[in-house]
């Protein structure tokens, strides 16, 4: 990853877990506790890819395991978001912008759930029968509900501040990238002028010529 990903990914990466483990945990709701920690891993993987995603969420999750008040065995919850990460990545879109809310928020859920079967999962492999007393069903259900009333506050957020920092070449090419020429054009077509080949290359300098009296420097466009 480049420099400024793992910046990036760091600090948020930080910031979640400091609210997830000081604020959210202690709301005391029923059931499952708003996984922040997770929603940020999957608003990155969707912008950096499964690679990406994989990466971010191993060093998540292992964050996670060692700050306190963990209670599980250290890389437990690093696999589990590692892999979430790296199936959240393989949903990024080839020209980097997401159509609809849809998808996003079909992911959320399907990592809310599979997070909490992964997790539950692997402490049974260890011998951590913790979620069987809990209740599962219970468990699944409202760890699904809470991240998917937060997501809409959290991924577009974290996904918005990926792109910003990570100058992402897709945007050269996008339509809103090149505002810059698309201003000038109208520029130049709202003061009836008309840049082509040679011919309207001939007839701009004649009309500059004649209006050389009337038309000055204006900002954001070069002198006629």
Not at 20 to 49: C, W
């Amino acid at each position: 990853m480049r420099l400024n990903r793992i910046l990036l990914s760091t600090a948020l990466v930080v910031v979640a877990l400091v609210i997830q483990v000081s604020v959210l945990a202690r709301l005391h709701l029923p059931g499952a506790v708003p996984d922040l920690l997770l929603l940020t891993v999957l608003g990155l993987a969707m912008v950096y890819g499964h690679v990406g995603g994989a990466l971010v969420g191993f060093g998540a999750g292992l964050l996670a395991d060692l700050a306190p008040p963990a209670d599980h065995a250290a890389g437990r919850y690093a696999l589990v978001l590692c892999v979430i990460g790296y199936f959240a990545g393989l949903i990024k879109p080839e020209n980097g912008r997401l159509k609809s809310a849809t998808g996003p928020m079909a992911v959320v859920v399907a990592a809310a759930v599979g997070s909490t079967l992964l997790y539950a999962g692997v402490g049974a492999l260890v011998g951590d029968t913790a979620a069987r007393h809990v209740g599962l069903p219970g468990l699944l259900f409202s760890a699904a509900l809470y991240d998917l009333l937060l997501a809409p506050f959290v991924v577009p957020a974290i996904m918005w501040l990926a792109r910003r920092s990570d100058n992402d070449p897709l945007a050269e090419t996008s339509p809103a990238a090149k505002a810059g020429d698309i201003s000038s054009g109208w520029l130049s077509s709202g003061t009836g002028l008309r840049v082509g080949g040679q011919r309207g290359l001939g007839t701009l300098k004649a009309k500059a010529r004649t209006r050389s009296t009337r038309v000055g420097r204006i900002k954001g466009v070069k002198r006629l």
